[in-house]
């Protein structure tokens, strides 16, 4: 066996050293291109803001009433359920960066990008939802763009759920359309 210092030795000694950071430091390699704590960062941000779209979507789905309940708190259930498949995405990637999800109550709202807003009425709960998911479309966007080639792992988990809260701005828009007599082309009168 070779005993005297060696470059070959050296090497080896700087290949077990940085194993061993990446044992402590899980998925992220020397590889990882971004800059890790702004990546927990945003995470952390988009966990908040899926956290927030929940509990939104979980009261609202509870607090539906008038004639077109049904179907419209359905669609709220829906949502609140992808909003947490969302959060549970994210949070599980914050780990395998080595990160802690942050779940605090306190500074939640701050953390988040999205409002949780009440809303009086079906319409009223509706756009609120509306405009959470616009909020959440922008900021997605910005956090895709972000990680674009320096982490394609976030990125492409960060452009599914992008495309998930697209959908939900479409399915509040639609819904939005149909049951708020003040919007253009809706001439029903009708409302919750
Ligand atoms: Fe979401
Ligand atoms: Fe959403």
Redesign the pocket.
Known sequence: METKPTPFLTDIQEIRRRAREHVEKGAVTPDYKADLQTALKLLNEALATEIV?TLRYRRHYYMASGIHREGVADEFKE?AD??QQHANQIAERIRQLGGAPNFNPEGLLTRSHAQYTEGDSLVDMIKEDLIA?RI?VESYTEIVRWFGDRDPTSRRMMEEILA??EE?ADDMATLLETLDPRQPGNGAGEVH
């Open positions: 779209c949502h992808d909003e998911e959440a998930k809260e939900h």
